[in-house]
Nanobody
Framework: QVQLVESGGGLVQAGGSLRISCAAS????????MGWYRQAPGKQRELVAA???????NYADFVKGRFTISRDNAKNTVYLQMNSLKPEDTAVYYC?????????????????WGQGTQVTVSS
C-alpha cells in the first residue's frame, strides 16, 4: 500500500505565496510522474503541473510563470511553489503519483492520490 500526504495549504491574500508538499510512503520501488491537480467548487479536477522522475516539467497555461513544481526523489516528495496567487487559484489541491511497486514476483504500476489540501486566496 502507498500513501500520499499533502501539507502546506492555507489562507493567503492575493499576490501572496504558498508552498505545498506531498510525501509518498509505503511499498514504493520508484515513482514515475508526480503532479498536482486542483478542484474548485462546482468545477472538474484539472491538472496544474507535473514533473517526471528525470525532472521534466509541464504546466497548465493558467499557472505558467507563477507556479513552480519540483521533486526530491530521495524523499519521494513533490512540491508546488505558488507565487502571485489570485482568488481564482482557490481550490483543493491534490497530489498524484504514478508509483511502481513490488508484488510477490514482479513490478506493477498504479496511480495514487492524496487526500487534498485546501488553498484559499482572498481578494
Amino acid at each position: 500500500q502507498v500513501q500520499l500526504v499533502e501539507s502546506g495549504g492555507g489562507l493567503v491574500q492575493a499576490g501572496g505565496s504558498l508552498r505545498i508538499s506531498c510525501a509518498a510512503s509505503g511499498n514504493i520501488f520508484s515513482i514515475n510522474a508526480m503532479g498536482w491537480y486542483r478542484q474548485a467548487p462546482g468545477k472538474q479536477r484539472e491538472l496544474v503541473a507535473a514533473v517526471t522522475s528525470g525532472g521534466s516539467t509541464n504546466y497548465a497555461d493558467f499557472v505558467k510563470g507563477r507556479f513552480t513544481i519540483s521533486r526530491d526523489n530521495a524523499k519521494n516528495t513533490v512540491y508546488l511553489q505558488m507565487n502571485s496567487l489570485k482568488p481564482e487559484d482557490t481550490a483543493v489541491y491534490y497530489c498524484n503519483a504514478e508509483v511502481v511497486f513490488t508484488t510477490s514476483s514482479y513490478l506493477s504500476t498504479r496511480d495514487y492520490w492524496g487526500q487534498g489540501t485546501q488553498v484559499t486566496v482572498s481578494s
